[in-house]
């Protein structure tokens, strides 16, 4: 019920849709009532021997012409209306869900599945429609033929309607032990459905792995176990679902039985025509079909229900990098980078880093050194808020990054990641991918810089070939060489560079370090690398230890001191 409202609520942008629909199912509705009157009245005229039957069959037929005709454009408006509403709310909900994944952080994204994730905007969020377009207007539909039924029969033998509600309790208690038993377990099966999704993704992701290390068995295992959870789920609903329907269908015909038994007798007391009888019995099937179909639509609703609930806890879900109400703009920065105290973990009770101080003058290239794991991305990643620390601050330019809008904050860095990740598009598109306003002319530019120029200058469509899983595959170089022209085109006072040179042989590695060096020359710049005669030239190298900062110094510096940085140094010279 609470989610029914909310889908209401929702939908508000279309309650004149959902209005005119309301209008067309009312119209449906009281329209189809007339067939069995029809069929009353014209027996009544018949065992009456009515001398003009021929003219009152006419009017009677035009009559149910007329409410055929009103019948069929009621429905007709409403189904239209009421799915008018409906997609188009669940395409606001798709694009609420997806804009609230993209302010969620990346913690949000390692413990969730993409699959799952990807399920919910997909799938979940299409149950507004059976909601709004089915369940809804089914639901007024039920009500309303109840009702208007109930009071038709009533006028046609009040003793034989009351007798025909004796198996209403009967049959409600049915479908509400049903209705209950089936909720919980309609929402199971969505989640066993979002578990497969999830798994078939990651394993479409990693299937070179699977190859390599030839886990295909376990794997088959691991997607077919899951499988059959979802058939044992979907089985045990579909257990309660099929019980309960033909127990239903014989307590209707309890009732019909006993309409029949008593109807008979008033009969013969000559309480009631045969023309009562037929009509009583006509509607009898209309009267008892709201009852019997409530059960149905109940499971329809709460398996709805299920899974549009798995909608809303993402929208309610809180981000963890939360964005002040008064957050300020923040202008080009000049680079200065300061880390007060800052204390990070992953998980409580194991810090990543602990109580660590740095500052980084504008301007200048420092260098974050240290074994691996030591935590040297997630200083970094610390810098354009992936996350937040638990303890400490970080400013820029003295000002405190919780203070202004991240994408105010995001616009003043650049970064090149380990992995890099490129759009389903043009080798253009992708290095326009780092600043929208960018023209052909800075474009070229920018691979120019990255050195990619060359090689995609030799491809067919030069920047307009296709990459990715529509077009050409490009080496790992290749690809590191487009993300480098991207965060040049970005133009950003800070720029961090993640293993940005990793993928690339020594050769390239060195021409692209000689423009990384150019064009970190004017900006902060942030450098991770593990092969440590790429950063010897940095204004300082920090050495990360533990969970702080161990050393700091330039290279030669670092060198005399003889401490770890000498002693890693000596390890990869050697
Ligand atoms: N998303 C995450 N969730 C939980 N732990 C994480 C996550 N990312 C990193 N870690 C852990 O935090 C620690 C620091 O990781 P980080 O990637 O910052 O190290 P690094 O020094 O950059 O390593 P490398 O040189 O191998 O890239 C590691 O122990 C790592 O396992």
Redesign the pocket.
């Given at each position: 019920m609470k989610i029914a409202w909310r889908v209401l609520l929702g939908a508000r942008k279309y309650w004149l849709q959902l209005g005119i629909g309301f209008v067309g199912v009312v119209m449906a509705t009281i329209a189809g009532f007339y067939l069995p009157w029809a069929i009353r009245s014209l027996t009544q005229l018949a065992t009456e021997g009515s001398s003009q039957f021929a003219a009152e069959a006419l009017k009677i037929g035009l009559l149910l012409l007329g409410a055929t005709c009103v019948q069929a454009m009621g429905t007709s408006l409403a189904g239209y209306m009421n799915h008018y509403a409906a997609l188009h709310y669940v395409a606001d909900l798709r694009t609420r869900l997806y804009s609230k994944y993209q302010q969620m952080s990346?913690?949000y994204f390692?413990r969730s599945r993409t699959g799952d994730l990807t399920g919910r905007v997909v799938n979940d969020a299409m149950e507004a429609e059976i909601f709004i377009a089915h369940a809804i207007p089914d639901f007024i539909v039920n009500g309303l033929t109840f009702i208007g039924v109930g009071i038709l029969l009533l006028t046609i033998n009040v003793k034989l309607a009351l007798i025909s509600l004796i198996t209403i309790p009967l049959l409600l208690a049915i479908t509400i032990w049903q209705s209950k038993r089936l909720s919980p377990l309609w929402g199971e099966n969505s989640k066993a459905r979002g578990e497969i999704a999830g798994k078939v993704q990651e394993n479409l992701s990693g299937m070179k792995e699977i190859q390599i290390f030839n886990r295909q068995e376990e794997e088959r295992g691991n997607v077919s176990r899951l499988a059959t959870k979802h058939t044992n789920t979907y089985l045990r609903a579909s257990l309660f679902y099929e019980t309960s329907v033909p127990l239903l269908a014989f307590v209707t015909a309890l009732g019909t039985v006993l309409v029949v038994i008593l109807g008979g007798r008033l009969l013969a007391a000559g309480e009631l025509s045969i023309a009562d009888i037929i009509g009583f019995i006509a509607y009898l099937g209309m009267f008892y079909q709201p009852v019997k179909s409530f059960s149905g639509l109940v499971e329809m609703g709460g398996r709805a229900a299920a899974g549009l609930k798995r909608v809303y806890d993402v929208l309610e879900e809180e981000e963890d990098i939360q964005e002040k109400r008064n957050a300020v703009r923040l202008p080009r920065v000049q680079g200065q980078i300061s880390f007060q105290d800052v204390t990070f973990a992953?998980?409580d009770g194991a810090p990543?880093l602990e109580r660590l101080n740095l500052t980084i003058d504008p301007g200048k290239t420092v260098a974050l050194v240290?074994?691996?794991?030591?935590?040297?991305?997630?200083?970094a990643?610390l810098v354009n808020r992936f996350y937040d620390p638990q303890a400490g601050s970080i400013r820029v330019d003295g000002i405190d990054l919780r203070d202004v809008t991240i994408s105010s904050l995001r616009d003043n860095i650049s970064m090149v990641l380990?992995d890099t990740f490129l759009f389903d598009g043009s080798v253009y598109d992708n290095i326009a991918y780092g600043w929208k306003d960018a023209t052909r002319k800075d474009v070229i530019a920018a691979a120019n810089a990255a050195k990619a120029h060359d090689f995609i200058a030799q491809m067919e469509q030069g920047y307009d070939t296709l990459i990715g899983e529509r077009g050409v595959r490009l080496s790992g170089g290749q690809k590191q060489r487009l993300s480098i022209a991207r965060a040049i085109l970005r133009n950003a006072p800070i720029l961090i560079l993640?293993?940005a040179t990793s993928a690339l042989d020594t050769k390239t590695e060195q021409e692209i370090q000689q423009e990384l060096d150019d064009i970190s020359k004017d900006r902060t710049t942030l450098v991770?690398a593990?092969r440590l005669s790429t950063i010897r030239h940095a204004d300082q190298i920090v050495v990360?230890d533990g969970t702080e900062v161990a050393e700091m110094g330039t290279h030669e510096e670092l060198l005399r001191s003889g401490g770890i940085y000498s002693r890693l140094y000596e390890s990869q010279a050697s």
């Amino acid at each position: 019920m609470k989610i029914a409202w909310r889908v209401l609520l929702g939908a508000r942008k279309y309650w004149l849709q959902l209005g005119i629909g309301f209008v067309g199912v009312v119209m449906a509705t009281i329209a189809g009532f007339y067939l069995p009157w029809a069929i009353r009245s014209l027996t009544q005229l018949a065992t009456e021997g009515s001398s003009q039957f021929a003219a009152e069959a006419l009017k009677i037929g035009l009559l149910l012409l007329g409410a055929t005709c009103v019948q069929a454009m009621g429905t007709s408006l409403a189904g239209y209306m009421n799915h008018y509403a409906a997609l188009h709310y669940v395409a606001d909900l798709r694009t609420r869900l997806y804009s609230k994944y993209q302010q969620m952080s990346l913690r949000y994204f390692h413990r969730s599945r993409t699959g799952d994730l990807t399920g919910r905007v997909v799938n979940d969020a299409m149950e507004a429609e059976i909601f709004i377009a089915h369940a809804i207007p089914d639901f007024i539909v039920n009500g309303l033929t109840f009702i208007g039924v109930g009071i038709l029969l009533l006028t046609i033998n009040v003793k034989l309607a009351l007798i025909s509600l004796i198996t209403i309790p009967l049959l409600l208690a049915i479908t509400i032990w049903q209705s209950k038993r089936l909720s919980p377990l309609w929402g199971e099966n969505s989640k066993a459905r979002g578990e497969i999704a999830g798994k078939v993704q990651e394993n479409l992701s990693g299937m070179k792995e699977i190859q390599i290390f030839n886990r295909q068995e376990e794997e088959r295992g691991n997607v077919s176990r899951l499988a059959t959870k979802h058939t044992n789920t979907y089985l045990r609903a579909s257990l309660f679902y099929e019980t309960s329907v033909p127990l239903l269908a014989f307590v209707t015909a309890l009732g019909t039985v006993l309409v029949v038994i008593l109807g008979g007798r008033l009969l013969a007391a000559g309480e009631l025509s045969i023309a009562d009888i037929i009509g009583f019995i006509a509607y009898l099937g209309m009267f008892y079909q709201p009852v019997k179909s409530f059960s149905g639509l109940v499971e329809m609703g709460g398996r709805a229900a299920a899974g549009l609930k798995r909608v809303y806890d993402v929208l309610e879900e809180e981000e963890d990098i939360q964005e002040k109400r008064n957050a300020v703009r923040l202008p080009r920065v000049q680079g200065q980078i300061s880390f007060q105290d800052v204390t990070f973990a992953y998980q409580d009770g194991a810090p990543v880093l602990e109580r660590l101080n740095l500052t980084i003058d504008p301007g200048k290239t420092v260098a974050l050194v240290g074994t691996t794991g030591v935590g040297k991305s997630t200083l970094a990643s610390l810098v354009n808020r992936f996350y937040d620390p638990q303890a400490g601050s970080i400013r820029v330019d003295g000002i405190d990054l919780r203070d202004v809008t991240i994408s105010s904050l995001r616009d003043n860095i650049s970064m090149v990641l380990q992995d890099t990740f490129l759009f389903d598009g043009s080798v253009y598109d992708n290095i326009a991918y780092g600043w929208k306003d960018a023209t052909r002319k800075d474009v070229i530019a920018a691979a120019n810089a990255a050195k990619a120029h060359d090689f995609i200058a030799q491809m067919e469509q030069g920047y307009d070939t296709l990459i990715g899983e529509r077009g050409v595959r490009l080496s790992g170089g290749q690809k590191q060489r487009l993300s480098i022209a991207r965060a040049i085109l970005r133009n950003a006072p800070i720029l961090i560079l993640d293993e940005a040179t990793s993928a690339l042989d020594t050769k390239t590695e060195q021409e692209i370090q000689q423009e990384l060096d150019d064009i970190s020359k004017d900006r902060t710049t942030l450098v991770i690398a593990h092969r440590l005669s790429t950063i010897r030239h940095a204004d300082q190298i920090v050495v990360l230890d533990g969970t702080e900062v161990a050393e700091m110094g330039t290279h030669e510096e670092l060198l005399r001191s003889g401490g770890i940085y000498s002693r890693l140094y000596e390890s990869q010279a050697s």
